[in-house]
């Protein structure tokens, strides 16, 4: 077995000379290879066999992130320039009014306000960090997971995810998490979805087929990843890659650990510096002046250094860190976590919210958006065909089928019951990827049948022979096709998915029916759906807009998608470009880009990191919200990381910010805090200076 992350050439490759990553070779290798290859069997591994397996190729565990012991923490928060400049000033008070300073005129008074200004601040600082980090550890704590897997001389068995090896067979059902890098070997109508990884919203469907080549391994059809969902259907797969080998893996060991300069960090730096400045200026001054007029040396130092402590805003660090903690606690009323203060400042000095699209602007779900005749009306009677069709189907309801049957409900006011009352299953043939479609085929009380089809619109145009146009039935020639097939494509161009619906009456009886049926059927109508955008999302961004930030949306779906998204929120779209058109940008062109560009589609996780330090390097500051994988280099990267508490781990961990609730309108006040707080900061810092 190759070792991690080793590269192999490929097999029957015909230049012999092409080299791929391991896990797309074996995306393009049958089953039978998979099995030769990873050293199993599709009864499973012996015992023996998981040690070794394990051994090789390491535990299903990601790198744990050690929090540094409290003690140490404690001493850290020293470093914060304005405590250091005021301890050091401290020093100097101490030198000048206790060692050097007359028997009968020592007065520690001034030194001790001084320590005790540093100590308050850090103590503030301190608690509330801690509190911040705990909550957050706390939200990651979860109940153990466990997967089925199948196991020599054992058959199938319940194990927690940190156990799975490579060569490990394990069985998927709907709800589950997918425990490791998975190939495919079996499966039954099985939708993943996978948008934390890439930011598509629509479940993928995986299917055990070897890839006709070389592609890469998010786009491959047989490939499940680590931490992506099983949205419906059944699927069995053999464990490829584990822990931090894994695609989540890589990008989690991506991420920078050491700290990120934010606007709070050069904000500090600027007032440090004007301190440092005036000192610099100042204290030579005074110290030349008292050498000339009164000739002793050392009076006119220990003068000068006490010039240079009046100068100083003693109460600075304790008012910066209040400030903050005020900030905090205001932020946590409205259920939000702040693991770092200086998060709030950060927040309140963006003028750029980049954000993802799937599940922070979206629902990350599917609805029935529109259910149309073949004109584009909305019609009832496509939306009670389409029920029947998901009603009666025995294979594992997927998201489609659930968001037709939602839909009937919401719409009608009746259950289950009351709408197939007078209906029941005769037959059905089930769906696949060869066809595209499923049917079934229904009775009523009157002894009448009808088979309901329902897939995709092509292939339903395929088997249809007749169209239903006005209440009459017209023949389905190639002109009425392609207006069919264009209305079809101005659903997609609106960012949804399109499906046909398709009728035939009296089709064979059961036990007789066969694909072969599947033809000259009346075409009757689309399905369009739609992930919706999220309720808040447009009223945020507007309250964001009126406080001077700009809004750019980085997603690694459609730009399509993205801009339909960005209408149905009244955010305007200036431009849009994908990742393949940013990859071939030099660092000057993007830019150049970034401040006209609205969309950011189709975008890697390297590559959003880079848009967001683009922006960064031409003055902007810049906050990232997103709760996928995907997004946690480009929060990393960003003054201000923003997630939400159903997040992946990785973006939470990579968050400064966490939202308990999806309220994007904690957004705004947060940015209300964050200048409330520089506000408040600004006037202390003129107030005390110009008085010094």
């Known amino acids: 077995m190759p070792k991690k992350n080793q590269k192999r050439v490929v097999r029957n490759n015909p230049t012999g000379a092409m080299e791929t990553t391991w896990l797309a070779y074996l995306a393009a290798t049958p ?61 100097v008070s101490f030198a000048t009014d206790v060692v050097f300073a007359a028997p009968g005129e020592k ?58 090896v490579v060569g490990d067979i394990v069985h998927l059902a709907a709800g589950d998490i997918v425990p490791a890098d998975l190939r495919i070997i079996a499966a039954r109508d099985l939708f ?67 700290g990120k300069e934010t606007a709070y960090d050069r904000g500090i730096h600027d007032v440090s510096m004007l301190l440092v400045r005036l000192m610099v200026i100042v204290v030579p001054i005074v110290f030349f002046i008292n050498v000339v007029t009164k000739g002793n040396w050392l009076d006119a130092l220990l003068f000068s250094l006490s010039v240079a402590v009046g100068l100083t805003p003693e109460m600075l660090p304790m008012i910066v860190t209040t400030c903050l903690a005020k900030g905090a606690v205001d932020l946590s009323r409205g259920r939000v976590i702040v693991k770092r203060l200086d998060a709030i400042q950060n927040l309140g000095s963006i003028d ?30 496509v939306l009670r065909h389409a029920f029947l069709n998901s009603h009666f189907e025995t294979g594992m309801l997927n998201l489609i089928d659930t968001a037709i049957i939602k839909c009937a409900h919401e719409e009608t006011g009746l ?37 309901i089809t329902k897939g995709a619109l092509e292939e339903v145009l395929t088997i249809s022979s007749t169209v239903e146009l006005g209440g009459k039935i017209l023949p389905l020639g190639d002109e009425l096709r ?53 309720e808040d999302a447009g009223a945020a961004i507007e309250a964001l807009a009126a406080h001077g930030v700009g809004t750019k949306v980085l997603t690694g779906d459609s730009s399509r998608v993205a801009a339909h998204v960005c209408d149905e929120l009244g955010l305007d779209v200036s431009g849009a470009l994908n990742g393949a058109q940013v990859e ?97 900061m600004n006037k202390y810092v003129k107030m005390t200076a110009s008085s010094n």
Request: aromatic share 4%.
């Open 482 to 534: 392609c207006e069919v097939l264009e209305r079809g494509q101005e659903l997609s161009d609106d960012g949804m998915r399109v499906l046909g619906v398709a009728r035939k009456d009296e089709p064979a009886g059961v036990g007789e029916l066969t694909v072969d049926h599947e033809r000259d059927m009346t075409f009757i109508g689309y399905l369009a759906f739609l992930d919706p955008p999220k």
């Open 192 to 258: 993943v979805a996978q948008s934390a990884l890439t930011g598509e919203s629509d479940a993928i469907e995986k299917r055990p087929d070897a890839t006709d080549g070389l592609v890469p391994p998010l786009e491959a059809g047989n490939l499940a990843f680590l931490g992506t969902t099983v949205i419906s259907g059944t699927g069995v797969g053999v464990a490829v890659r584990v822990g931090e080998e894994t695609e989540l893996g890589n990008i989690a060991s991506r991420l920078e650990s050491s």
């Open 584 to 680: 071939q940008l030099s660092d000057d062109e993007l830019r150049k880009a970034v401040e006209t560009t609205t969309v950011f589609a189709k975008l890697s996780p390297d590559q959003k990191a880079r848009v967001v330090s683009a922006l960064q390097v031409n003055g902007h500051v810049v906050g990232f919200m997103g709760d996928g994988v995907n997004d946690a280099a480009a929060m990393r990267v960003a003054d201000c990381g923003v997630s939400v508490d159903t997040g992946a781990d990785v973006a939470k961990e990579a968050a400064d910010i966490i939202l308990l609730e999806k309220d994007l309108m904690v957004l705004e006040r947060g940015v209300e805090t964050g200048r409330r707080t520089f506000t408040n």
């Open 31 to 91: 089953v039978e290879g998979v099995y030769e290859e990873l050293k199993t069997r599709r009864t499973g591994l012996t015992p023996d066999e998981v040690e070794a397996s394990r051994e090789a190729h390491g535990a299903n565990q990601m790198a744990e992130t050690q929090r540094t012991p409290a003690p140490l923490r404690f001493l850290q928060t020293f470093g914060d320039p304005f405590v250091l400049i005021l301890l050091a000033l401290g020093a």
């Open 415 to 451: 259950d289950d019951d009351a709408l197939v009352e007078d209906h029941f299953l005769v037959d059905e043939l089930p769906f696949d990827y060869e066809r595209r479609v499923v049917s079934v085929v229904v009775g009523d009380e009157h002894g009448n049948t009808t088979m």
């Open 107 to 164: 007065d520690p008074a001034t030194p001790l306000l001084i320590l005790a200004m540093a100590l308050v601040s850090v103590i503030l600082r301190f608690v509330q960090e801690t509190r911040g980090a705990d909550a957050a550890a706390a939200l990651a704590e979860s109940i153990e997971t466990t997967c089925c897997v199948e196991r020599q001389g054992v058959g199938r068995v319940e194990i927690p995810l940190d156990e799975v």
């Open 352 to 381: 750029v919210l980049c954000c993802d699209k799937t599940g922070t602007l979206t629902e990350d779900r599917v609805v029935l958006e529109r259910h149309l005749d073949v004109t584009g009306r909305e019609d009832a009677r």
